[in-house]
């Protein structure tokens, strides 16, 4: 059964795809079934750009486990970038 959850953000940054680098405008994130990786239920992450096509897309499949790591990990770099005072950081 489709758990039909996603979630939606606007982001700020790059993606590269089959066309080389393009600006990436959102994210979806979905809980749900992914279309390649075996498990029932994964974390699904689209990177896109809708303005420019199909084509401008980045996607993600991760276990629960990889996606609850990747987030961690993601907070700590985050975390030491933002105490370093030598390294200025800027925000959406």
Wanted: include cysteine; aromatic fraction near 8%.
């Amino acid at each position: 059964m489709c758990t039909m959850i996603c979630e939606r953000a606007e982001v700020e940054g790059s993606g590269k795809g089959r066309n080389g680098w393009f600006p990436l405008e959102m994210v979806n994130v979905s809980y749900d079934h992914p279309f390649n990786a075996p498990w029932e239920y994964g974390v699904n992450i689209d990177f896109v750009n809708q303005s420019r096509g199909v084509g401008s897309r980045v996607a993600v499949e991760l276990s629960p486990q990889s996606a609850k790591r990747l987030a961690e990990t993601i907070i700590e770099a985050l975390k030491r970038g933002e105490a370093d005072p030598q390294i200025k950081v800027s925000v959406l």
